[in-house]
């Protein structure tokens, strides 16, 4: 279509149209055809399900603290862990539970220390290393140790179940690790009824041996 007419003048309305078909095909151009439309739905979907579909965030990861105690691997969650210290000798009470190893005293603070091998009936523990002060709701008690090993984040929901092979007081731990590490179970040395000879304070009741 010609914008000038026979005369060689401007053919206004012509050139109108002429631009008004332009600007048609530019708007068809910034707007998508209906395949268009039906592959960015597709490819949005296709988003969607994936974020559905995926892993949630590691709200089950819990830093644990890993030890020896007589030879055999053993861990606990960080977050109870107030402090790892050592050359700390306890001090024997009288008439204590047999799983009290004595009391420090740490930084004027008396805590109990806790034989662990003791406390789940597999007999005396030889430790002399590191003591693991735990802490839960204001308390405090000390775990001797052979030797630290270290930390490492581990899935709870993916911790193993505790194996038959370990006897009595199972309800002292989470799990075993991938790492075959027995987590423990810290909040029941604080709320277990085992352990009603820790006074509030945290010193040795005088309770007979159990």
């Known amino acids: 279509m010609s914008a000038q007419t026979a005369t060689g003048a401007i053919d206004w309305a012509a050139l109108h149209e002429r631009i008004r078909v332009a600007m048609e095909g530019l708007e068809r151009g910034f707007e998508p ?16 399900a994936r974020a559905a579909t995926a892993p949630p965030a590691a709200i089950d990861e819990i830093r644990i603290l890993e030890f020896e105690i007589a030879g ?38 008396m805590l109990t220390v806790l034989d662990f091998q003791a406390l789940t009936g597999a007999g005396k523990s030889n430790g002399d290393g590191h003591l693991v002060v735990l802490q839960h709701r204001g308390r405090a008690i000390g775990l ?17 179940p505790v194996p038959a092979t370990v ?27 085992a352990l009603t000879g820790i006074a509030a ?8 041996s159990a």
Do not use: K
Not at 173 to 186: M, N
Not at 201 to 208: L, Q, V
């Open 33 to 48: 055809d209906a395949v268009e439309v039906e592959r960015r739905l597709a490819e949005r979907a296709e988003r969607l």
């Open 72 to 109: 055999h691997p053993l861990a606990v969650d960080s977050r109870y862990v107030r402090e790892v210290t050592a050359d700390l000798v306890p001090v024997p009470v009288p008439h204590a539970p047999a799983w009290a190893l004595g009391v420090v005293h740490l930084r004027g603070e």
């Open 144 to 160: 001797i140790t052979d030797a630290i090993r270290g930390l490492r984040v581990v899935s709870r929901g993916r911790l193993d």
């Open 167 to 193: 006897h009595g007081h199972r309800r002292f731990y989470l799990g075993v690790s991938e790492q075959d590490t027995l987590v423990l179970d810290a909040g029941q040395f604080f709320e277990d009824g």
């Open 201 to 208: 304070d945290g010193s040795a009741g005088t309770r007979g």
